[in-house]
């Protein structure tokens, strides 16, 4: 590969110095007129903002100045009839205000007098003192020490059903009646809703306290004589107070000011949103999901105070994505920065073209050689991956089906007219996983079905699977065999020796169940990521039921097994047992292998059964010629 040449400092000097030199220039303009474009868009939305807040603030005051005008006619009546009411209203610069939905009178009434009120009232519908239920209906409301039910109100046909209305009934009005009584001033609330029904805008209520005559700050909850309520559309106020602003680009939000100096003190109270893209005030729930795309109250760009109605609020200036977009950018400042770059990059330019031509041939040299390296090392990473694939894939499905499935990627299903399946279970093998770790139970288990694998290679015979505790075997494919039923016998008796191998060295005490069944089944390949290959038809079903209805330590045939390897191999006759599926069937234990001997071989298990043999059974068994079962 060619080695890159090195370049002498000298050669870049100039070209260099020139650079940093024409750069330094570039970035000091650049940074002088960034400050004064800032300074300046920073001046102007200020400016902006402080006009936004005053007409909002003062929009508020003006909507708030008519419940004055109402106290002052209340203090200088003993007695205030609906008539009067209506007409001192009509007299008050309320149409000035197209933000009033309605002002209403709320006496305050003891429950010694609501019998009587409910009775006298003057009105011309039937009064009654009610409140909302939970279900949003308006009922009698209950006994109580004191009621402020809404007894005259403004616009009396659109605003019938609050008539009677107790707003202390609701928490939320109770509190702000408390601080009302108790500082004696003007106090607003917002996003009411007085019978608990969806409103289709965002409404403002405000209430101004009225005592009787020589109140004191002590003595004014005693001398409450009523309280004038006023509900103002926020929407209208908005709208009104931001004509003419060119708020399109900005939401605008408003929230109670917190109290800093007091941390136990309740959270910001939610006033209105407004959105730019709809220019509509919105509800509480709708402003929280445009919060959360956007930026919230306290990322704001700009704030401002506000204050009205006894209170301080915030008003949050929010940008827009449109905002953002359209505002003034730094033009001027970049243009400088990159007229300065560009007259800077002509002599460098110029010095460096032969030498960033040298180089780049150069490079492009050791690429084509690093990546003939690459290739190399990719081709036998390949190989290796094949090969670890070729291994994996001769451990999940016998030899033959591999092939097959490698050169026909189709489904693969072959029919089997006689083979032996294997059943094995380690009997008290769950009890052990209650008494060791998960790790060491792995262990164990993975010792015994090591042996067990290393027997199916000295018999040639096929793994399935194993399930559990469990393990499957069978003899007779995917080559068939005239010997399976044998193989599956000695292997059978291998895996007891395996046992008492394992015992001996762990000092354990395992024992193992094992069925044998000889019949036809159907064998193929199942799935498409995660294949295996596997087995059906009766003769599995009956295998497995051979196993499960065995005895510890003991190998089970049925009756077809039997009559395949009663010559070669000793039996006893266990007789008929009960099979779940099958009734009853004749079942057989495979002790050993049989010898040259005229004696059989007496199989080293303790077995209360009977020992049989063909040949010197007292009462040998008449067996006839067996019929494989058909799969299912």
């Known amino acids: 590969m060619p080695q890159k040449q090195q370049s002498s400092w000298s050669r870049y000097r100039p070209a260099f110095i020139t650079l940093l030199v024409g750069t330094g220039l570039s970035l000091g303009a650049f940074l002088i007129v960034w400050r004064w474009e800032n300074n300046r868009r920073q001046y102007e939305f200020n400016r902006y903002a402080d006009s936004v807040a005053t007409a909002l603030e003062q929009n508020f005051k003006n909507n708030l100045q008519l419940l004055p005008y109402i106290r002052n006619f209340f203090l200088a009546s003993d007695k205030v009839e609906p008539e009067e009411f209506t007409n001192f209203v009509k007299q008050t610069p309320q149409d000035e205000h197209p933000s009033l939905n309605f002002l209403a009178w709320a006496p305050k009434i003891s429950n010694l007098e609501r019998i ?117 559309s926020i929407s209208h106020i908005f709208e009104s107070a931001l004509a003419g602003k060119g708020v399109g680009n900005l939401d605008l939000y408003l929230a109670e000011k917190p109290d800093t100096t007091n941390p136990t003190s309740s959270p910001p109270q939610f006033l209105a949103f407004y959105d730019s893209s709809t220019e509509q005030v919105v509800e509480f729930p709708t402003a929280q999901k445009l919060l959360q795309t956007n930026k919230k109250p306290n990322q704001a760009i700009g704030t401002k105070t506000i204050e009205f109605g006894g209170r301080k609020w915030t008003l949050y200036l929010l940008s827009t994505p449109r905002y953002e977009q359209i505002q003034t950018k730094p033009w001027r400042s970049w243009a400088i920065l990159i007229a300065g770059l560009l007259w800077t990059n002509i002599p460098v330019t110029y010095l460096l073209t032969s030498l960033s031509r040298q180089q780049q041939i150069e490079k492009l040299a050791s690429e084509r050689a690093h990546q003939a390296e690459q290739l190399q090392q990719a081709l036998q990473q390949l190989s290796k991956e094949q090969e670890k694939s070729e291994k994996l894939l001769l451990n999940i499905l016998p030899g033959p089906i591999a092939e097959r499935l490698k050169q026909q990627p189709d489904i693969i299903a072959d029919s089997f007219p006689a083979v032996t399946v294997l059943f094995a279970d380690i009997v008290g093998f769950s009890q052990l996983a209650t008494r060791i770790s998960a790790p060491e139970l792995v262990e164990v288990l993975n010792q015994i079905f090591s042996a067990f694998d290393r027997l199916t290679q000295t018999y040639h015979l096929e793994k399935i ?57 159907v064998a193929g390949v199942i799935g498409t990521n995660k294949f295996i290959y596997d087995l059906w038809g009766d003769t599995v079903n009956i295998a497995s039921r051979m196993e499960s209805h065995g005895l510890p330590d003991t190998i089970q045939v049925t009756q077809t097994t039997y009559l395949l390897l009663k010559d070669k191999f000793d039996f006893e006759m266990r007789g008929q047992i009960p099979i779940k599926g099958k009734g009853e069937m004749t079942t057989y234990l495979l002790t050993g292998k049989r010898r040259l001997s005229q004696y059989p071989l007496q199989h080293p298990i303790n077995h209360p059964l009977k020992h049989f043999h063909p040949n010197n059974d007292p009462n040998p068994l008449q067996v006839q010629s067996a019929t494989l079962p058909s799969p299912t």
């Open 465 to 521: 699977k194993t399930i559990g505790d469990a393990y499957m075997v069978v003899g007779g494919l995917p080559t068939p065999r005239p010997d399976h039923a044998s193989a599956i016998a000695e292997f059978a008796l291998a895996m007891q020796q395996e046992i008492v191998k394992f015992n001996s060295q762990n000092t354990e005490n395992f024992h193992i169940r094992i069925g044998i069944h000889t019949g036809p089944v």
């Open 116 to 232: 009587s009120y409910e009775n006298q009232n003057n009105l011309q519908t039937p009064f009654e003192i009610r409140e909302v239920n939970p279900q949003g209906e308006l009922v009698r409301a209950p006994e109580r020490n004191q009621y402020f039910p809404l007894y005259y109100i403004t616009q009396h046909s659109k605003n019938q059903q609050n008539q009677g209305l107790d707003i202390a009934s609701q928490p939320a009005y109770q509190r702000l009646i408390q601080q009302a009584t108790d500082t004696g001033t003007l106090t607003v609330s917002s996003n009411i809703n007085l019978n608990k029904v969806k409103n289709t805008d965002i409404g403002l209520i405000a209430i101004q306290p009225v005592y009787n005559s020589n109140v004191t700050p002590t003595t004014r909850r005693d001398n409450l004589k009523g309280l004038v309520i006023a509900v103002f």
